[in-house]
């Protein structure tokens, strides 16, 4: 079996250990992670940058489950300048992205969009050093948008739904309130935000505070027992045919397609079984 079908089910038997398991309480606060620039790869481009069948190595785990800095580092380089050792987080992805600051950016030369992490397409190109070769990503290099991972108790807690955006208020030396922070809700997510440099340095902020939503934006009026009907508004294809060897909750997530149809050796796990029951999808299996 291959290691990212193995990975993959690793990664749903700790969603499941972790299921039931709410965030630390933190009497309403949300802890911040500042993140700097970073980069993920996908194993194609781990390979062309590190040397055939390569894998990355953890350093130290990050607070996401299955997350990890990595030992390896790239230069990123573009028209005016580059930036060495920047740290590539784990484990490979289905596509390469990188994450910097609007400040590293202007070194580079780039004017890289803002947007959701995993929101790439028609983004900034940049190229990628490592010790064995190079890599031109024609689209990849993004601003992340401030976001907050949470899990669904921790959503139900705080009131607020997945791609919602909220204000965050942060006390300290230069108290600061941050806007358009997107909601990220997911069983393997536990509670934190994500800012980069340049917003914590506008805030003074260190890694270790604490924010607190202080005003909802956009969806503030959306109950969550709407939502079914806000989706149900949006025109999506009835069937999608599946034809890789696994079939995860995230996969589930991605399929807009009511009805679900996958061969037979399609492994399908526990977490996306459950998942299809909660969209009130179908899960078709061919017999060929």
């Known amino acids: 079996m291959q290691e990212n079908v193995i990975q993959k089910i690793v990664e749903e038997v700790l969603q499941q250990v972790l299921k039931n398991q709410p965030s630390p309480q933190h009497d309403g606060k949300i802890p911040i992670g500042v993140s700097a620039r970073h980069v993920h790869l996908a194993q194609s ?24 800095a990595a030992e390896e580092t790239v230069v990123i380089a573009g028209p005016r300048g580059s930036i060495e050792r920047v740290r590539i987080l784990g484990p490979a992805r289905s596509l390469s992205q990188v994450e910097v600051s609007w400040t590293d950016a202007m070194k580079l030369g780039l004017k890289p969009p803002l947007r959701i992490s995993g929101d790439i397409k028609g983004s900034s190109p940049v190229t990628l050093i490592g010790p064995k070769g190079s890599v031109v990503l024609l689209e990849g290099l993004i601003i992340a948008q401030a976001h907050i991972h949470m899990s669904p ?15 965050i208020k942060v006390e300290g030396m230069r108290p600061i309130i941050l ?33 607190e939503i202080v005003n909802a934006q956009a969806k503030e ?39 679900i149809v996958v061969p037979k050796k399609t492994i399908v796990t526990a977490l ?4 299809i029951r909660e969209l009130n999808k179908t899960l078709t299996i061919r017999s060929k």
């Open 45 to 68: 481009e781990v390979e062309q940058l590190f040397g055939e069948n390569y894998q990355l190595t953890p350093k130290f785990e990050l607070l996401q489950p299955g997350q990890f």
């Open 179 to 211: 806007s358009n922070v997107m909601i990220r809700v997911s069983e393997r997510y536990r509670l934190e935000m994500h800012i980069d440099t340049d917003e914590a340095n506008a805030g003074l902020i260190q890694q270790g505070a604490f924010g």
């Open 221 to 259: 009026q959306m109950n969550v027992k709407e939502l079914p009907t806000v989706v149900s508004q949006t025109e999506k294809p009835v069937s999608h045919q599946f034809d890789k060897k696994l079939l995860s909750q995230v996969e589930v997530l991605e399929i807009e397609a009511q009805e």
């Open 272 to 275: 996306a079984y459950d998942k």
């Open 153 to 167: 108790a921790d959503s139900a807690r705080f009131q607020v739904v997945d791609g919602q955006a909220v204000q």
